[in-house]
């Protein structure tokens, strides 16, 4: 057995032995079962992953959340603002008496937890699939773990436009919180559905989020992450998009001891779209992955990857990014794009942007760029009166601005943009 085998074995062993896997339904028990059978078989990763070299995942692994100090609680949450109905989990629990009443016009919602309990639920055709189906070719330990131990979330099915966003707020009240939370999100035909995804959640958390996008449908994602640096978080998001439909994500993560957020898509219906963007602010402990995988198995698609890192202070930005474009997908239309912004020569910036294409009417580019501020551009607005502090600030959001276009409501742009100008200012040197 190799050094990497015996790290592997002894890391799934001491995690695994910390957890008892749930009980319910049916089809929870199943679904869990087989997640556990695959994450069994993988193991945990460790560094010598390829996947895995640029982010340790040895606090992932550990047995016990290591304690962290919890975040300052003054500032409201994101997207507080928004005409929502919030959904509150605290610890990885679910709060009804923080909660909005769930009924919403077009959606249906309810809790795993009580869901798991039934024989028989929509959600057993949804739950665990994406993310077995997301194992290949690249393994994701720790969605595995998550299907098969997660004993809380939302499942959210869609049969028309919803009248407004639903936001699954997290809030932390533990030092050593380590929460677990799956959602399922089912949009039916013709039906669009908008998901927020704000606050700190835990000191360690996993969350999985699988959606299943109908022909037609249109499903908007946006997630803000911050107001918590000790945070350790590793999130999932697995979409299957049917054809002619569309899939939008965008996450603005601020603060942060690490974070790693991965995208799994599969464009699965001829002419479906799926966007998934990032901004990321980095100061000082900072580590933050972005691993993206996005597949073209029908005709006519279009796929857009486009990641923003600003760092500086030591602050370690990853983007593993990749096209896949099956031999069916023709008139494939793939577009990646990872940048970082490094304001001083402590933080880094590693990139791994990935195309592989086995058909032959397609159109795909990718590139990966790292720069510091542009001296003349800085020059040009100090000369103007601008102070250096506020100029390259101007400078920052001109940089993060292509991904920030990606988000198509003008309420939840403007909610992010000024997420983003706060940190900013309270980060001035």
Not at 52 to 69: F, G, I, K, Q
Not at 98 to 115: K, N
Not at 162 to 191: F, M, N, Q, T
Not at 335 to 349: A, G, H, N
Request: charge should be negative.
């Amino acid at each position: 057995m190799t050094a990497a085998a015996r790290l592997r074995e002894d890391a799934t062993r001491r995690r695994l032995a910390a957890l008892g896997l749930p009980e319910g339904g049916a089809w929870a028990n199943a679904a869990r079962r087989a997640a556990l059978e695959r994450l069994a078989a993988m193991g945990l990763p460790v560094r010598r992953d390829e996947y895995w070299r640029h982010t340790d995942p040895a606090t992932l692994n550990a047995p016990e959340a290591a304690a962290a100090e919890l975040p300052d609680g003054a500032a409201p949450p994101a997207f507080d603002a928004i005409d929502s109905l919030r959904l509150v989990f605290v610890d990885g629990v679910f709060a009804p008496e923080r909660s909005d009443d769930p009924r919403l016009a077009g959606v249906e919602i309810e809790r795993l937890s009580e869901a798991a309990t039934r024989d028989i639920h929509w959600a057993r055709e949804l739950y665990g699939t994406l993310e077995a189906r997301g194992q290949d070719p690249v393994a994701r330990p720790f969605a595995a773990l998550n299907s098969a131990f997660a004993t809380d979330g939302a499942l959210i099915r869609a049969s028309a436009a919803a009248e407004r966003p639903v936001a699954l707020i997290y809030l932390r009240e533990s030092e050593a919180s380590d929460a677990i939370l799956h959602h399922c999100v089912k949009v039916e035909p013709g039906a669009s559905l908008t998901v927020l995804e704000a606050g700190p959640g835990a000191a360690r958390l996993n969350t999985v989020l699988e959606v299943e996008v109908a022909e037609g449908a249109a499903f908007h994602h946006v997630r803000v992450q911050g107001r918590d640096p000790a945070r350790r978080s590793v999130t999932h998001l697995f979409g299957r998009i049917g054809a002619a439909a569309r899939l939008k994500s965008f996450t603005l993560t601020k603060n942060g001891a690490l974070t790693r957020n991965e995208a799994v898509l599969e464009l699965a219906g001829a002419g479906g779209s799926a966007h998934v963007a990032g901004a990321a602010l980095g100061d000082g402990a900072f580590h933050h992955d972005d691993t993206v995988f996005v597949t073209h198995a029908a005709p006519g698609c279009e796929s857009r990857q486009v990641f923003k890192k600003v760092l500086r202070r030591g602050a370690t930005g990853v983007f593993q990014g990749k096209i896949l474009v099956r031999p069916a997908a023709q008139r494939t239309d793939g577009y990646q794009i990872s940048q970082s912004l490094l304001l001083d020569e402590d933080c880094q910036f590693l990139a791994k942007p990935e195309l592989e294409i086995y058909a032959d009417d397609v159109k795909c580019s990718h590139g990966s760029t790292s720069g510091a501020i542009d001296e003349t551009a800085l020059f040009y607005l100090r000369a103007r009166g601008v102070p250096r502090a506020e100029a390259t600030d101007l400078l920052v959001l001109a940089f993060v601005a292509e991904a920030l276009d990606e988000i198509e409501d003008d309420r939840l742009r403007a909610e992010v943009l000024a997420r983003l100008e706060g940190w900013l200012t309270r980060h001035r040197s």
